[in-house]
């Protein structure tokens, strides 16, 4: 495990990670609404593309941002929760909780670069579809999120050879109960 209190960007990420090759390492961000007073928070495993959405009602600080993290990975098995990659946001600002209460390192991204969470990028794009610039997105409910969250995991992707990510992470999830 690494050090608490110590910073780690994403040039400290494991290799694997950065290829895709083992699953269990997660992208992270925000969509901002309307005059960033609204936010839904995103993470995206990067070999399944698996997507879960943050119900942020209230606000995005960094006490929410981290309940909310640790509220959903937390469901997760710890072989899927080896890393989080986020951007240097103050929403990140509770990094170490974060990190104790899931036994994941969290690592971020240098100054001004998003692409360097490519898959969470192209993850936000996608959600844009529902979740367009310039709205409130407080209005919508845990439920709203959940659907389509769900409706996004259950399409097939050119780059999972047509499997959606759902199909990926329930095949993960069926091999460690096996």
């Known amino acids: 495990m690494y050090a608490p209190g110590a910073v780690f960007t994403i040039s400290d990420r ?45 606000d995005h600080s960094a006490e929410s941002v981290a309940a909310a993290m640790i509220e959903a990975m ?32 969290v690592f971020f991204c240098n100054p ?3 692409w360097q969470r490519g898959s969470n990028e192209n993850t936000n794009r996608l959600l844009r579809f529902w979740f367009e610039k310039s709205t409130d997105l407080s209005g919508y409910t845990k439920a709203d999120l959940k659907r389509i969250q769900d409706t996004l995991n259950r399409r097939p992707r050119p780059t999972l050879n047509l499997d959606t990510p759902a199909d990926r992470l329930a095949a993960l999830l069926d091999k460690a109960a096996a």
């Open 14 to 58: 494991p290799a694997e990670a950065a290829d895709r090759a083992v699953p269990g390492h997660w992208e992270g961000d925000l969509i901002m609404g309307s005059g960033n007073s609204s936010a839904i928070g995103t993470l995206v495993e990067r070999a399944t593309r698996f997507t879960i959405l943050l119900h942020l009602p209230d």
């Open 112 to 114: 001004h670069s998003p």
């Open 74 to 105: 937390g469901e997760l098995p710890e072989h899927l929760r080896r890393s989080i990659t986020w951007d240097r946001g103050s929403e990140m600002a509770h990094w170490e909780h974060v990190q104790l209460q899931l036994g994941t390192p």
